[in-house]
């Protein structure tokens, strides 16, 4: 399912027993940057939102794609207006393109269910040079 702007990110549902489960958001990465200021950048504005106190990364790592791009995750623990998010931020590169995923489960989904999930899909990605939207 795709976002109704027609610039704005791609969107996956994830279904689980009939019932959406889980939601990954794509957005392309505008100009060439380092991934470690990616990272700070993330890091920064997640600071700006959430009780800084309680931002933790629970889990990190990296993997390759089917394709041979580069796939780094985190996944967070904070909270934000009372309430405890685990969101997963996967950033995918690939010669010169780069793409922000997030992934966020639905109320009752366990994250240790779906990011599995979410992996294997994401390990066959092929990052295709076309810049037009499919």
């Known amino acids: 399912m795709r976002s109704n702007a027609p610039d704005g990110p791609l969107v996956l549902v994830g279904h689980i027993e009939g019932e959406p489960g889980y939601f990954l958001v794509a957005d392309r990465v505008t100009g060439k940057q380092r991934v470690s200021v990616l990272w700070e950048k993330l890091d920064i504005e997640m600071r700006g939102r959430a009780d800084a106190r309680s931002i933790e990364v629970e889990d990190r790592g990296v993997f390759l794609t089917q394709s041979e791009a580069k796939v780094w995750y985190r996944t967070y623990r904070y909270r934000l207006g009372g309430v405890k998010l685990r969101p997963v931020y996967y950033l995918i590169r ?8 997030t992934l966020t489960t639905a109320d009752g989904v366990d994250l ?3 990011k ?3 992996d294997v899909i994401l390990k066959r990605v092929i990052i295709s040079s076309e ?3 499919h």
Do not use: A, K, N
């Not at 690939?94 to 922000?100: A, E």
């Open 131 to 133: 810049t037009g939207r």
């Open 94 to 101: 690939q010669d010169d393109q780069s793409y922000w995923l």
């Open 112 to 114: 240790e269910v779906v």
């Open 116 to 118: 599995p999930i979410v």
